[in-house]
């Protein structure tokens, strides 16, 4: 089979489309063949060689898919061949075929077309986990994301929003602030040029936010602690601001808040925390939704698989709003 190689860690000249030994379909694994991958800010970590797969997995890139079950491994009931399926991976996305562990599968959603159900597995399982099975979000909170026009952004929105939670964004320019509006952010913050605690401030009467999703990290981190409302819970999920800050206790302890730091690749496929109680929560809390049409990926554009490069190159300068997909056969 074929799949995007990283010869050497680099910038997106080193993505190859080559030729790679076909996966095997291991005890409590199904094999995927296919349809579209989604490009994720981890990809473009791994490909600079600062984040490698977790042991055991794949070195090809890609941290979700969809497609169509090919193969079915020992031990594994519920699936079929011939299923149309999107899947949360530790990574091997960006291939013709993936073997998935059978717990990390959804069904795709009826009324999405099966390549762009690509555009879901990783966004939504990243929300749900963070923002509401471990922050909390409820009817009648304060939630701020940053970088709402960004893929986990455009879904954090929309789940906030249907969650009855006022929702403040932040985002680089006018038309990506009017995109997350119309999905549902009450108050947008342009980040270049408006100081997002004074807003927050602002907004809130001084009250600040119950809670914060944050991919910047280190940059971010003082000025997060300050935006928050007593009892407010701060996750970082990225570091696009670096890895080290200070923190100051004393606000933290004034303000009771509490600040977590989470990753989801890395989580185990079963036990606490583990990948299929999340995936398991998203079918059961989100799905039904996602199939009404009252929460909808967002994609940006579609690729040819053989394109990463220029796949990669449009994600890190954030020229896109959701998600740019990979799709396979080219």
């Given at each position: 089979m074929r799949a995007v190689t990283i010869t050497e860690p680099g910038g997106p000249e080193v993505l190859t489309w080559a030729e790679v030994p076909d996966p095997v379909c291991r005890p409590g694994e199904v094999v995927v063949d296919v349809v579209a991958t989604a490009v994720n800010r981890a990809d473009?970590?791994?490909?600079?060689?600062?984040?490698?797969?977790?042991?055991?997995?794949?070195?090809?890139?890609?941290l979700e898919c969809s497609g169509i079950v090919s193969e079915v491994g020992e031990g594994v009931t519920g699936w079929t061949v011939g299923d149309e399926v999107c899947a949360l991976l530790a990574g091997g996305g960006y291939a013709e075929r993936v073997a998935v562990p059978a717990p990390q599968l959804l069904p795709r959603p009826s009324g999405v077309e099966l390549a762009t159900a690509a555009a879901l597995p990783e966004v939504t399982c990243t929300v749900w986990s963070n923002v509401f099975m471990l922050a909390g979000l409820g009817r009648g909170d304060t939630f701020l994301v940053h970088g709402g026009s960004s893929g986990i952004g455009t879904?954090?929105?929309q789940l906030a929003a249907r969650a009855g939670a006022r929702v403040l964004t932040t985002a680089g320019t006018?038309?990506?602030?009017?995109?997350?509006?119309?999905?549902?952010?009450?108050?947008?913050?342009?980040?270049?040029?408006?100081?997002?605690?004074?807003?927050?401030?602002?907004?809130?009467?001084?009250?600040?936010?119950d809670v914060?999703?944050?991919?910047?990290?280190?940059?971010?981190?003082?000025?997060?602690?300050?935006?928050?409302?007593?009892?407010?819970?701060?996750v970082v999920i990225g570091m696009q601001g670096g890895r080290k800050a200070e923190l100051d206790?004393?606000?933290?302890?004034?303000?009771?808040?509490?600040?977590?730091?989470?990753?989801?690749?890395?989580?185990?496929?079963?036990?606490?925390?583990?990948k299929a109680g999340i995936v398991a929560a998203v079918r059961h809390d989100v799905w039904p939704d996602v199939e009404r049409g009252t929460i909808r990926p967002i994609v940006d554009r579609r690729l040819p698989m053989s394109r990463?490069?220029?796949a990669h190159q449009v994600v890190e300068a954030s020229e896109h709003v959701g998600k740019v997909l990979l799709v396979a056969g080219g």
């Open positions: 473009l970590l791994q490909r600079q060689g600062n984040y490698s797969p977790p042991p055991g997995a794949t070195q090809v890139p890609g879904m954090a929105i006018a038309a990506k602030l009017d995109v997350c509006r119309e999905l549902g952010a009450d108050v947008g913050i342009n980040y270049r040029d408006e100081d997002f605690v004074e807003r927050v401030k602002e907004a809130t009467d001084g009250r600040g936010v914060v999703l944050d991919n910047m990290g280190a940059a971010y981190l003082a000025r997060n602690v300050e935006a928050l409302a007593v009892g407010g819970r701060l206790l004393g606000k933290l302890l004034a303000k009771r808040a509490s600040v977590h730091a989470t990753a989801l690749r890395s989580r185990p496929v079963e036990g606490p925390g583990g990463a490069a220029e």
